[in-house]
């Protein structure tokens, strides 16, 4: 199974900040990386995808990069709304795998 | 739009089997653009995939759960299930369905609401 490590585990910030997330492989997964923002009692939705690509609907302030093992998540202007738990996932094989999950508080 | 809709009891005795259902609306099941998913949270902790099934029946699974685990699909019904055997406490979680794009890979773009299952006697 592909390992995928985010960092950190979690974090505070304040309205208005910019935020970076990091993901890493234990091995290549060339682009295939989806990024999901979970808040407390929801299903988890679906930022970024392909690494790089904003979902339809999803502020322009979230943005994406990396390529083979290493991912950044990007929030500029964090709004209160962002305050939530982001994923990193791996879509370049099965079984697909999750980060432990990056928690972004006040 | 395409929504997702799990179902099925909420509490599942220990080594039972664990028997949910997700429901599609707004969209054709049958469509080959994606693999239907179940994915699972535990009280507290990060998401695990268990694993999905594509239209034609072909199915892939966590090997964590393999031995356990069936996904099963009935286009008629627009529907596609989980069940788990042999369940434990270490089984109780939120379980998700969900749509995964399969061609181009682009994510697990909707998601079911979550249905909490407890493994209690």
């Known amino acids: 199974d592909i390992l995928m490590t985010q960092s950190p585990s979690s974090l505070s910030a304040s309205v208005g900040d910019r935020v970076t997330v990091t993901c890493r492989a234990s091995?290549?997964?060339?682009?295939?990386l989806n990024w999901y923002q979970q808040t407390p009692t929801k299903a988890p939705k679906l930022l970024i995808y392909?690494?790089?690509s904003l979902q339809s609907g999803v502020p322009s302030r979230f943005s994406g990069s990396g390529s083979g093992t290493d991912f950044t998540l990007t929030i500029s202007d964090l709004q209160p709304e962002d305050f939530a738990t982001y994923y990193c996932?791996?879509?370049?094989?099965?079984?697909?795998?999750f980060g432990q999950g990056t928690k972004v508080e006040i | 739009q395409v929504q997702l809709q799990e179902s099925g009891p909420g509490l599942v005795k220990p080594s039972q089997t664990l028997s949910l259902t997700c429901t599609v609306s707004?969209?054709?099941?049958?469509?080959?653009?994606?693999?239907w998913t179940w994915i699972r949270q535990h009280p507290g902790k990060g998401l695990e995939w268990i694993g999905y099934?594509?239209?034609?029946?072909?199915?892939y699974y966590n090997p964590s759960l393999n031995s356990r685990v069936t996904i099963s699909i009935d286009t008629s019904q627009n529907q596609f299930s989980l069940k788990l055997n042999s369940v434990t406490a270490a089984d109780t979680a939120v379980y998700f369905c969900?749509?995964?794009?399969?061609?181009?890979?682009?994510?697990?773009?909707?998601w079911g609401q979550g249905t909490t299952v407890t493994v209690s006697s």
């Open positions: 996932q791996q879509s370049f094989n099965t079984p697909r795998t």
């Open positions: 099934i594509y239209y034609s029946g072909t199915t």
């Open positions: 707004g969209g054709s099941i049958s469509s080959g653009d994606y693999y």
């Open positions: 969900a749509r995964e794009t399969a061609r181009p890979r682009y994510g697990t773009d909707v």
């Open positions: 091995q290549t997964i060339n682009r295939y």
């Open positions: 392909s690494a790089s």
